[in-house]
C-alpha cells in the first residue's frame, strides 16, 4: 500500500474521508517509526523485543532543547527534562 501524498497521514487518530478526526489516543506515544515495505511476524518481534534503537541500529539525540521536548514541558509545566 503506498501512501497518498494528497490524504493526511495521522498517528494517534482516525479519519475517515468526509467524517472529522477522531478516536484520539488518549496517552503518551513513546517510540514512532514508518516504514517502506511491509514488516515480516519476525521483523514486528525483533523491534518488540529489541526496541526501535537497537533493533535499527539507531543512535538516540539528546532531548534537552529539542522543539518535542520544549513543547511537552509548555504543555506540561511541571515534567522537567534535563536540567
Known amino acids: 500500500m503506498e501512501l497518498d501524498a494528497s490524504r493526511s497521514f495521522r498517528i494517534g487518530g482516525i479519519a475517515t474521508a468526509g467524517v472529522t478526526p477522531g478516536n484520539f489516543f488518549s496517552g503518551s506515544i513513546d517510540e514512532v517509526a514508518l516504514f517502506d515495505e511491509v514488516l515480516s511476524l519476525e521483523d514486528i518481534q525483533e523491534?518488540?523485543?529489541?526496541?526501535?534503537?537497537?533493533?535499527?541500529?539507531?543512535?538516540?539525540?539528546?532531548?534537552?532543547?529539542?522543539?518535542a521536548t520544549t513543547w511537552g514541558c509548555i504543555r506540561s509545566p511541571n515534567v522537567s527534562i534535563g536540567k
Not at 48 to 56: M, R, T
Open 47 to 67: 523491534l518488540i523485543n529489541l526496541g526501535i534503537e537497537e533493533a535499527l541500529k539507531l543512535t538516540p539525540v539528546e532531548a534537552k532543547g529539542k522543539l
